[in-house]
C-alpha cells in the first residue's frame, strides 16, 4: 500500500537522477531499456549544465533573491507578528486572519497589474522586481506563522524583565527573540523555499537568461523548440529540488501548523 | 512614550501592513480597474470601456472551454487527493521501520520546486521516450502502433495533468491529515475498542467525523491551488492540444502578458476571484468555529 504510494511520490525524481547519468544516444534510442545502462554512464549532461549554460548564475541569482526576500520579510514579520500575539486586543485577532487571508490570494490574478506596475518602476527584467514582489506571498504567512509561535512564549518572561526596568520594546529584543531563534528559523527556511518554488512571477517579469531563476532559467533555456537536452534538463531539476527538499523536510511540522491554524486544538 | 501598547503594536504592526497593502490590495484594486479598461502593455492612456471586456469574453468558446476546464482540473484534483490522501494518512498512522524515510520520499512532490518536478514528468509522458509506454510495450499491454500520446490527445492530456497536480498536492493534504489524526485522543479509540466496534464502523463513526474540520481546510488549501495554478499545465500542456487543457489561469497569461491586452487578461483572471470570496467565507467560519472549542 505504502510502497505503492511512495513510488507515485519519488518516481519522477529517481528517474531525474537515472537520466542524468545517461549518454545521449542512450536516451535517444527507442529499442532500449531506460531503466538501466545501455551505455556507459557519463557524466557529459553535468558538464553541458554547468559550463554551456548559465544554470550556476541561476542558482546565484535564485540565492541572491532568497536573501534579501528572507531579510525583507523577517524585518516586516517578526514585529508583526509580535504585535499580533501580544500587543492588540480583539481587533488585532482579526487583523491576523486578515492577513493570512491576503496569502490566498494567487499570483496569477494579481499578476497582470504587477507587470504593468514593475513596468513603470522601470524593474521590468531586472532580478529586483522579483525582491519587490516575493514578500508579497511570505510576509502574510510568516507573520502568521510568528504570531502563532510568539503566544506559545510564556508572557511571564517578559513581565519580569519589564518589572526589572526593561521596556516592552526592550524585552522583545533581549528576551523574546533570543528564545524565539527556532521559529525565526522556521520562517527563513519557508521564505526560501517559497522564493525557490516561485514561477509564475519570474516568467512574468524576467526575459533574459542572465538574471533568470532557477524554477524558470531550466525549463525555457534548456528546452530548444522541439530539441531537449534531457540529460541536463533532468540533472539541472534534481540538482535545484532534493537539497531543498531535504531542509524543507526537517521543517514541515510548523509548516502544517500554520497551515491548519485552530482546526487541530 | 514609545512604549505604552496602544503605539507600539500599531508601530510593530504597521509596516507589514502597509506593506501587504501597497503590494496585494493595490495591485486587486488595479486587476479590477484594468479589466474595465483598453490598457495594452504598450499604451500609455487608459480608455474606460466598463463591462465590454466581460461581455466579450463570456460569449467566446475559448474561455467558456477555460472555465469549464478549471472546474475539471480543481474539482478533479481535488476529488482524487482526498480519497487517496485518506487512505495514505490512515496508512501513515502506524509506526514501521523507515517511516522517516518514506515520509520524506512522499514528501518530495511537495517541496522540490514544483516546475521542475513537472519537468521530470514532461520527461515520463514524453511521446517517443515515455518509460511508462515502454513499460506497458514490455508487459505486453500495447504495441509500438497504440502507444497514448499522454500529452498530445484532448482526454489523456486532462488526465496526466489532472495526475501531476494530484501527484504534486498528495503529499500536503496527507501532511495535513496526519495531523488530525493525531490530534485525537487516544482514549476515544481505546474507548471504541473496548465497545467492539468493528474497522470500518470505527472509522466511518469516530475517525472521520473528528478530522472533518481539518479535511475541509485541507480541501480548501487544495482547491484555492488548484483553481488559480497555472504551472503544472504550462510546462506540460501550454494549454494544449487545442485549448482541451487551457485553464483561467493559463488563459489570463497568454492574453494578458503574452498578447499584451491587459485589459482582457485581467478581466479573465478577475474571474478566479468569486471563488476566492467563497473559500475566505468559508475559511472564516472554520476559523472561529475552532476558537470557540
Not at chain 1, 507578528?81 to 487583523?95: I, K, S
Not at chain 1, 524576467?206 to 531550466?218: A, D, K, L, W
Not at chain 2, 495594452?40 to 461581455?55: E, I, K, P, Q
Not at chain 2, 494530484?166 to 496527507?174: G, H, S
Request: aromatic share 14%; proline share 5%; with cysteine.
Amino acid at each position: 500500500m505504502i510502497g505503492v504510494f511512495t513510488l507515485f511520490s519519488a518516481f519522477p525524481f529517481y528517474w531525474m537522477l537515472i537520466t542524468t547519468f545517461k549518454r545521449t544516444g542512450d536516451l535517444m534510442k527507442r529499442g532500449n531499456n531506460p531503466f538501466i545502462y545501455n551505455e556507459p554512464p557519463t557524466l557529459e549532461n553535468l558538464r553541458v549544465l554547468f559550463f554551456d549554460t548559465l544554470y550556476v548564475r541561476w542558482l546565484g541569482n535564485t540565492l541572491l533573491v532568497g536573501v534579501l526576500v528572507v531579510v525583507i520579510t523577517l524585518l516586516l514579520a517578526v514585529p508583526a507578528g509580535y504585535a499580533l500575539a501580544r500587543l492588540t486586543g480583539r481587533w488585532g485577532e482579526q487583523l491576523g486572519i486578515g492577513i493570512f487571508l491576503t496569502y490566498l490570494v494567487p499570483p496569477t490574478l494579481l499578476f497582470i497589474p504587477m507587470s504593468r506596475v514593475i513596468g513603470d518602476l522601470g524593474l521590468q527584467d531586472s532580478l529586483w522586481s522579483l525582491v519587490l514582489v516575493y514578500p508579497s506571498f511570505t510576509v502574510p504567512f510568516c507573520t502568521w506563522l510568528l504570531m502563532g509561535f510568539f503566544k506559545a512564549i510564556p508572557p511571564d518572561l517578559e513581565e519580569a524583565a519589564m518589572i526589572d526596568g526593561e521596556s516592552r520594546l526592550g524585552a522583545f529584543v533581549k528576551i523574546v527573540i533570543p528564545i524565539s531563534v527556532a521559529g525565526i528559523l522556521t520562517v527563513v527556511i519557508f521564505t526560501l523555499t517559497l522564493v525557490m518554488q516561485e514561477f509564475v512571477y519570474a516568467l512574468t517579469f524576467i526575459s533574459s537568461v542572465s538574471q533568470f531563476t532557477v524554477s524558470v532559467g531550466v525549463p525555457t533555456f534548456l528546452v530548444r523548440g522541439d530539441v531537449y537536452f534531457w540529460g541536463s534538463l533532468m540533472a539541472g531539476c534534481f540538482i535545484a529540488s532534493v537539497p531543498v527538499a531535504v531542509l524543507y523536510n526537517f521543517f514541515v511540522d510548523r509548516f502544517i501548523a500554520g497551515f491548519t491554524v485552530g482546526a487541530i486544538k | 512614550m514609545v512604549d505604552r501598547p496602544e503605539w507600539l503594536g500599531p508601530l510593530m504592526i504597521g509596516p507589514a501592513v502597509l506593506y501587504i497593502v501597497l503590494l496585494v490590495g493595490l495591485p486587486f484594486f488595479l486587476a479590477l480597474y484594468y479589466s474595465l479598461t483598453d490598457i495594452t502593455a504598450g499604451s500609455r492612456t487608459l480608455g474606460f470601456v466598463g463591462l465590454r471586456h466581460f461581455t466579450d469574453i463570456i460569449g467566446t468558446t475559448k474561455f467558456q472551454t477555460a472555465l469549464k476546464n478549471t472546474f475539471i482540473f480543481a474539482v478533479g484534483s481535488q476529488v482524487v487527493v482526498i480519497v487517496l490522501a485518506s487512505i495514505l494518512a490512515l496508512a501513515m498512522q502506524r509506526d514501521f521501520r523507515g517511516k522517516w524515510l518514506v515520509r520524506f520520499l512522499i514528501l518530495l512532490p511537495w517541496v522540490a520546486p514544483i516546475s521542475l518536478g513537472t519537468i521530470g514528468w514532461l520527461w515520463i509522458f514524453d511521446s517517443v521516450y515515455s518509460v511508462i509506454n515502454w513499460t506497458l510495450e514490455a508487459l505486453g499491454l500495447i504495441t509500438q502502433d497504440t502507444w497514448p500520446m499522454w500529452l498530445g490527445k484532448p482526454y489523456l492530456a486532462m488526465i496526466s495533468v489532472v495526475g501531476v497536480h494530484v501527484w504534486r498536492l498528495l503529499p500536503l493534504a496527507t501532511v495535513i491529515l496526519l495531523a488530525g489524526l493525531s490530534s485525537i485522543p487516544q482514549d476515544i479509540h481505546d474507548a471504541a475498542q473496548v465497545d467492539g466496534a468493528s474497522f470500518w464502523r470505527h472509522l466511518v463513526q469516530i475517525t472521520l467525523p473528528l478530522i472533518r474540520p481539518i479535511m475541509l481546510v485541507a480541501t480548501l488549501f487544495g482547491v484555492v491551488f488548484a483553481f488559480t495554478d497555472m504551472i503544472v499545465i504550462f510546462v506540460l500542456t501550454r494549454g494544449g492540444p487545442y485549448d482541451t487543457t487551457q485553464v483561467l489561469a493559463t488563459l489570463a497569461f497568454f492574453t494578458g502578458i503574452q498578447g499584451g491586452d491587459l485589459g482582457e487578461g485581467a478581466a479573465i483572471a478577475v474571474f478566479l476571484f468569486p471563488l476566492l470570496l467563497a473559500v475566505a467565507v468559508v475559511f472564516l467560519r472554520v476559523a472561529r468555529r475552532s476558537e470557540v472549542v
